[in-house]
């Protein structure tokens, strides 16, 4: 055996560390050159893997081969008494999703739906230095930013309880077809790795023969840079997931953490710190893009007050020192998502909008029936019979404003008063008692609850807070 051909042997014999202790392990083989050397060294030379090995096939129904190669790999997995499982998928067409990435996304779909059937915790792919220096580039000009720069990691979780493995991501396409010919393997040929349409075969084709004159050893220089960049990546993101949870105040979809904590952060940070709180709120298995989190942080630093995220259906808002992430349709905007009973009397903290209401029993005075201030309501305590509450109004709740005699609807009141009140708050809350409406939070209270002379009074003041940005509330 020649010293290159046990180099390599070497490296992916090395690789079993990755490997779970426990559970089958699920080898995706196309019957290609390199799924050919990943069976043939984990077979041969790893008994204690071969053990737990199961081949899977997947047929996409694209290619003239495909037939062809599954009785190849059927056949493989037969010689050296592998247990073989294989699946067809069909393709179909999708202006939204290329053939290519539709193809691996059902190609994945499939050997997890193999690998829990089987009993396997983690799929094994064959990988090579090629495959993750084309990712890199392919990351590199789509513009990825660091994380895409890292390109494949070794170990990636899949499913909730299954791996995704990659053990020869330090052997090249050069070593793996050194190894078929020393030991005299015989492997299929996929002729779709000619047709230079798809972005990959492209790269590999025309870019990587460029690369090869100016650096033989690219590949590896690549390689070794991806894994400099992969640690300084899960740094930085240990140091934002600091960060946030020291930072973060977070209640029932509503994500809140100072703006001026925020701003002291380096942009690094503040960019890994905007993607943990996204991929949480948004519940994501993957990072935001760099141009939606670009956006979301420089609208933070130049503190726009309101907007809306299309590509991640959330709300930004910032309002004083405050920022506010809020998930929900365009057209709500922000909003209580349930009611809130008031402390009466006391203070109750009104998580979502970042207000403190007050409530406070006092006697009557005529001072009040004169009542400038858009940010306290005073209202008869006598009339209230079941509590109060804040909540979002219903547009076409009606009630009397003081001093009227009709009815209005809440729609019909908010439009001519909106201007007015929306310098205390954007967004329209109500007191309520049962269902009726007792204070239009910055306008009118109801006529039904105004005061009268010798009767005690209910004062309700609202006023902003800050929250506590310290405890890190999940």
Sequence with gaps: MSKELQRIIDTLVAETRIFPDTGGLLFAVSGGPDSMVLVDVFANYCPEIKKRMHIAYIHHGIRKNADRELEFVRKLAEKIKIPFSYKKIRMIKDNKTSLE????????????????KSGCSAIVTAHTMDDHVETI????????????????????????????????????????????KEKGIDYMIDESNIETKFRRNFIR????????KLNPAFRENISRTSKILKDEYEFLSLIAKKEVEKKISVCEGTIRFSRKEFVKLHPAIQRFFLRRVLMDLCNLSYPVDFTTTETIRL??????????IDKLKIFLKCDGDSVILCSGKKEKKFFLKK?????????????ETNWKIKVDEVNFSKKFLVNRDISVAYVNKEKIEKGLVVKSPDRNEYFIPLGMKNRVSFKKYWKTHKKKITSLIEVPLVITDGDKIVWVIGGSIS????????????KIMFKKTQPDFSSGEK
């Design 205 to 212: 084709q025309n870019i990587f023969p460029l690369f090869e």
């Design 299 to 308: 609208s933070i630093i130049s503190e726009k007050k309101q907007r809306y």
């Design 339 to 351: 009611p809130v009973k008031l402390v009466v009397p006391g203070e109750t903290l009104i998580l």
């Design 447 to 458: 006529q039904e609850y105004a005061i009268e002379k010798g009767k005690k009074v209910i």
């Design 137 to 180: 580039i392919l990351n590199l000009i789509s513009g990825s930013g660091l994380k895409g720069l890292c390109g494949i990691s070794p170990v990636s979780k899949i499913d909730s309880d299954i791996l995704l493995l990659r053990p020869m991501l330090g052997v090249t396409k050069k070593q793996v077809l050194m190894y078929l």
């Design 101 to 116: 990435e539709q193809a691996r996304i059902k190609r994945y779909q499939s050997l997890i739906s193999i690998a829990k």
